[in-house]
């Protein structure tokens, strides 16, 4: 499975962003799609995830800001991020689930400016 992933950059606070990713290659079985993201000096946490049945999971710190949505048949995921905050300042990383192994993208960054 090959996750490239596209979106981020530079945005002030309070301002929006959309994070895209397209999974290829090996994708049938592939269970659950997600964002998540490691700040500097911090470990890497679940963002959000989505199920192929739709099912969402998202970080209390994102819950009503962020919004995963998936297009199973285009195998891409995205995250819908709003009132964006310093803090989610990260690089993010693309994730999918296939047959319980887990497959990453390259990372993308998101800064946020105060």
């Known amino acids: 499975v090959q996750l490239q992933a596209s979106g981020g950059g530079l945005v002030q606070a309070g301002g929006s962003l959309r994070l895209s990713c397209a999974a290829s290659?090996?994708?049938?079985?592939?269970?659950?799609m997600g964002w998540y993201r490691q700040a500097p000096g911090k470990q890497r946490e679940l963002v959000a995830a989505i199920t192929s049945g739709g099912s969402t999971n998202y970080a209390d710190s994102v819950k009503g800001r962020f919004t995963i949505s998936r297009d199973n048949a285009k195998n891409t995921v995205t995250l819908q991020m709003s009132s964006l905050k310093p803090e989610d300042t990260a690089v993010y990383y693309c994730?999918?689930?296939?047959?319980?192994?887990?497959?990453w993208g390259k990372g993308t960054l998101v800064t946020v400016s105060s």
């Open positions: 290659g090996s994708i049938f079985g592939i269970n659950v």
């Open positions: 994730n999918a689930v296939r047959f319980q192994k887990d497959y």
